[in-house]
């Protein structure tokens, strides 16, 4: 069965620090991969996905960066963080049709201080 | 662009009784519907989807083009459903991602 993993589960980090979330999906291949974003007060908001190693579409203009090194990993970061980066931070996959589910991971909650 | 709206934060009902959390969006196409839900301390799941037409733990939503809507609806509320309920859409772009509502927290008192 197909599982998804994100760590750390939360993180603290001070302003302008770096930072790097990784996200792994097992058992399923190809998979699009996402990254969503949910600050406070704010519903979710999708802000990079990929269909394939190397290929990431960038919702929003913001402080953070993606990558997909390989097929079923999936890295969100930055160079320097700022206090709005502070949210709880959900990667998913799907099976790429439009009618598929999105399935999540548990999620890293951040706070940038 | 789209858009999805839930205009409830909090809805708050007693066991037995019904519920309707609104969904409303905002599409130019024909989009997918979904709703999602997080109970506590798990992760957030797929509860049910337009295009299959099921009712999943006893929970039904229509889509209505006619009025943009896609409200989730329940009979006889369970104090289980208290849970974190987002409305989404698929706008039929394959690899896009979801656009969420701001969520309703539902709660059912005992």
């Known amino acids: 069965s197909q599982t998804i993993h994100q760590w750390p589960a939360t993180l603290v980090q001070p302003v302008g620090s770096p930072l790097s979330l990784e996200c792994t999906v097992e058992?399923?291949?190809?998979?699009?991969l996402y990254w969503y974003r949910q600050a406070a007060g704010r519903g979710l908001q999708l802000l990079f996905y990929s269909v394939g190693i190397g290929q990431i579409s960038s919702e929003v203009p913001q402080n953070l960066s993606a990558s997909r090194p390989q097929d079923r990993q999936f890295i969100l970061s930055s160079k320097k963080l700022l206090l709005s980066d502070s949210g709880f931070y959900l990667c998913?996959?799907?099976?790429?049709?439009?009618?598929?589910?999105?399935?999540f991971g548990p999620g890293t909650r951040l706070t940038v201080l | 662009a789209q858009r999805v709206t839930q205009p409830e934060k909090l809805l708050s009902v007693f066991k037995g009784a019904p519920v309707e959390l609104k969904c409303n969006y905002s599409y130019s196409g024909s989009p997918e519907l979904f709703w999602y839900v997080q109970y506590s301390r798990q992760r957030l799941q797929l509860l049910l989807r337009h295009i299959s037409r099921e009712s999943i733990k006893g929970f039904t939503a229509d889509l209505n083009k006619g009025e943009t809507s896609f409200h989730l609806k329940k009979p006889f509320a369970q104090e289980e459903d208290s849970a974190m309920y987002y409305c989404a859409l698929n706008s039929g772009g394959g690899a896009d991602g979801l656009t969420f509502g701001k969520g309703t927290h539902l709660i059912i008192q005992p």
């Open positions: 998913a996959w799907s099976g790429g049709r439009v009618t598929d589910t999105q399935y």
């Open positions: 058992g399923t291949s190809n998979p699009n």
